[in-house]
């Protein structure tokens, strides 16, 4: 479980540095603040997935997996102008209350 989590926080933490630059580009420095936040739910987001998905599926492939998908859609909702925080936030909730 222990490598799977950091696999994915990796993978989240790659994705979202990515993001944060070139927002930082393209928009300037207040979108930033507001990227961050959205940044700190995903990955505490993603964990709880990874988490969930190895206790349910009992396998960490399965969970390495999850983690990636959640890690893309995640960076997919930064992207999406019309995605706030707050259903962001619901998103991956769901997600995890789902999986």
């Known amino acids: 479980v222990v490598v799977s989590v950091v696999v994915s926080v990796v993978v989240v933490v790659v994705g979202v540095v990515g993001v944060v ?7 300037g420095s207040a979108v930033v603040v507001s990227v961050v936040a959205s940044v ?12 969930v998905a190895f206790v349910v599926a009992g396998s960490e492939a399965v969970a390495v997996v999850v983690a990636v998908v959640e890690a893309v859609s995640g960076v997919d909702c930064f992207l999406n102008r019309h995605c706030s925080l707050l259903k962001c936030t619901f998103f991956h ?7």
Do not use: N
């Open 40 to 51: 700190v739910v995903v990955v505490v987001g993603v964990v709880v997935v990874d988490v």
């Open 21 to 27: 630059v070139v927002t930082f580009v393209v928009v």
């Open 93 to 99: 909730s769901s997600i995890a209350i789902w999986k």
